[in-house]
């Protein structure tokens, strides 16, 4: 039997004290997190509500993310049209690539891109705003000015971006299509009247309310994840790139194992 | 730099703050080791201390930035430490807290800036009246010629002096300056002086000043008091305070070059 295991300072001793603190530290920060939403829930529906600043933040996220949106979105929709042709093609099928795209496009592609792309034009912008306003007190300048910061920067932001990314996602959605449509023009002269109609022919009012749902929660996570980090962050300006930098890889994170479970529970209704 | 003439108009019966007992910790580090201060009605109180000796703690306590862990805080007669939210923020709109780096809403033209309080606290004021308020604040730090600039465009001075206006616009009773002339070269640091005493004459002011800048101190304080070890240590005019043979004291004095 070791008997030194259990003295204060030994090897096995530190570990435990290691993980101990590493457990409590994550403990913490959940707690944190659930703080941080609760807060945000209570805070929405009660007065001052700050609709200049929900506005302005509107158009930070949705009209100038339009330009990179528009551009990724058209060259999904071209690329993942071409790519899939020759498959298609091998059984004689190629009439069935607006059916494809639409399903692939609606289902999955459109809201993914937009909210990878909002996390990262978004997020990134959030996160490190507001993290320059904690090390530079403005955050705290507002609450001594008896202004409620969470309120006018915190919700004002995580709406913005629940209201905008849908929104986005919807338009990224509708270029993509086009997209594909000249692509498909192109090789298989097909009109845009018959192209939107096999689109439109191929999808459900389940896979839109499912694309929608989808892209409310994608929006509500990238707002939520760039307010908790900036908000939340401190070390001076080494705190404001590591909040714009871990708003979005968490935000990518979640919004992969949203996408996961929201397939699962769509997929569930779909069979029952 | 003259030293300040005490300011005849201070009521020594009315304490608008007072503390006692003040202690606060940062995990095992206290900082704040049962603090004593009273600051009268009308007075300038100068709060001395070395960096890292819970100066700016103090003042982030006073306006409910950070709570205390024992003791008792009493501002305009009410208890920070046990106020609700609206209570706290009742109590805020009286005190006016100039940061160390002026904490200007970078986002913001100075105009915003100034208009950004008076917009959720004076909802009876009319367009015309804020901007009237707006011009007269900007006009009192000298500065109503950059009402349209965006914080990044000032100086360090012209950023203070903004913030100044910042607190000055909701009219505070009682002001409280972190390192109002910390980074700034001494000429600037002696508009800041003056203005400090400006608006403690023109705005009937109490206020707090917290500093390592011994030039500040004897210029804009009715009083001085060293925080020293977590504690207040000496007390009284600037003569009186450095009057001492505490090599703590000497020390601080030494590497200050004045006169």
């Excluded at chain 1, 001052?48 to 929709?77: A, M, N």
């Excluded at chain 1, 790139?241 to 708003?247: E, I, V």
């Amino acid at each position: 039997m070791d008997l030194d295991k259990d003295k204060p300072g030994s090897a096995p001793a530190r570990r435990r004290y290691v993980t101990t603190r590493r457990l409590d530290r994550i403990f913490v920060e959940l707690a944190n997190i659930y703080r941080f939403n609760a807060r945000f829930f209570k805070e929405m529906w009660f007065p001052p509500y700050e609709f200049k600043e929900i506005i302005k933040q509107c158009y930070e996220i949705g009209v100038r993310s339009l330009p990179l949106i528009s551009l990724t979105g058209f060259i999904i929709g071209i690329v993942f049209t071409n790519q899939s042709r020759p498959s298609l093609a091998d059984f004689g099928a190629t009439s069935l690539l607006p059916a494809l795209i639409s399903v692939a496009i609606i289902r999955a592609i459109g809201p993914l891109v937009t909210a990878l792309i909002a996390a990262g034009r978004v997020g990134s912008a959030i996160g490190a705003e507001l993290g320059s306003m904690r090390v530079t007190e403005q955050i705290d300048a507002m609450e001594v000015s008896a202004t409620n910061p969470f309120k006018f920067l915190v919700v004002s932001r995580v709406l913005a971006s629940t209201l905008m990314i849908p929104a986005l996602t919807m338009y990224t959605t509708l270029v993509s299509l086009l997209g594909g449509y000249l692509n498909v023009h192109q090789n298989e002269l097909t009109t845009l009247t018959t192209f939107f109609y096999q689109v439109f022919d191929a999808i459900t009012f389940l896979d839109i309310v499912a694309s929608s749902v989808k892209s409310v929660i994608f929006g509500f996570t990238i707002g939520m994840v760039g307010c908790y980090k900036g908000y939340n962050s401190s070390k001076g300006t080494e705190g404001v790139g590591k909040a714009a930098n871990s708003s979005v890889v968490t935000a990518m994170f979640l919004i992969f194992i949203e996408e996961l479970l929201i397939m699962q529970v769509i997929n569930a209704i779909r069979a029952f | 730099m003259e030293a300040k003439e005490i300011n005849p108009n201070i009521d020594r019966n009315e304490k608008v703050i007072s503390i006692r007992g003040l202690k606060k910790a940062f995990d095992d580090f206290e900082v704040l080791k049962g603090v004593d201060l009273d600051l009268f009605k009308g007075e300038n109180l100068v709060v001395l201390g070395r960096s890292g000796t819970g100066k700016s703690v103090l003042i982030k306590i006073i306006s409910g930035l950070l709570y205390g862990d024992e003791g008792s805080v009493n501002v305009l007669g009410k208890e920070v430490g046990t106020l609700k939210p609206r209570e706290l923020d009742a109590l805020r709109l009286k005190i006016g807290f100039s940061f160390q780096n002026s904490a200007l809403y970078d986002s913001m033209t100075v105009r915003e800036n100034l208009e950004f309080p008076l917009v959720r606290h004076a909802k009876h004021m009319s367009e015309g009246e804020r901007e009237e308020l707006i011009h007269y604040v900007l006009e009192a730090v000298g500065l109503a010629q950059a009402i349209n600039q965006m914080p990044s465009e000032l100086s360090g001075g012209q950023r203070k002096r903004i913030g100044i206006a910042r607190t000055l616009i909701l009219k505070p009773e009682i002001m409280l300056y972190d390192e109002p002339t910390a980074g700034l070269d001494p000429i600037t640091c002696i508009e800041i002086n003056n203005l400090i005493n400006e608006v403690q004459r023109r705005f009937n002011t109490s206020s707090i000043i917290i500093t390592h800048d011994l030039t500040c101190a004897r210029a804009v304080g009715d009083r001085v008091v060293m925080l020293l070890d977590g504690q207040f240590q000496r007390e009284g005019t600037f003569e009186e305070v450095f009057d001492s043979h505490d090599e703590r004291v000497q020390s601080f004095y030494n590497y200050n070059f004045i006169d």
